[in-house]
């Protein structure tokens, strides 16, 4: 997975009625303008994105 750091250096904004809808933008952004297979995300990889994800 790259460029995801938890620092703001990717900054990003989704409104979703839950999680893992946000996780699936999060997935599909990371597809487009990434070029990533979020297929091959590890667990590890998937966990550091889900501690980004907060409620409001």
């Known amino acids: 997975m790259q460029g995801l750091s938890g620092d703001g250096s990717l900054p990003a904004s989704f409104?979703?009625?839950s999680a893992s809808e946000v996780m699936k933008h999060a997935e599909l952004h990371a597809e487009v303008a990434h070029g990533e297979d979020?297929?091959?995300w590890s667990q590890?990889?998937?966990d550091q994105v889900q501690k980004l994800i907060v409620a409001s």
Request: charged share 55%.
């Open 38 to 40: 979020t297929k091959q």
């Open 44 to 46: 590890e990889d998937r």
């Open 15 to 17: 409104t979703a009625e």
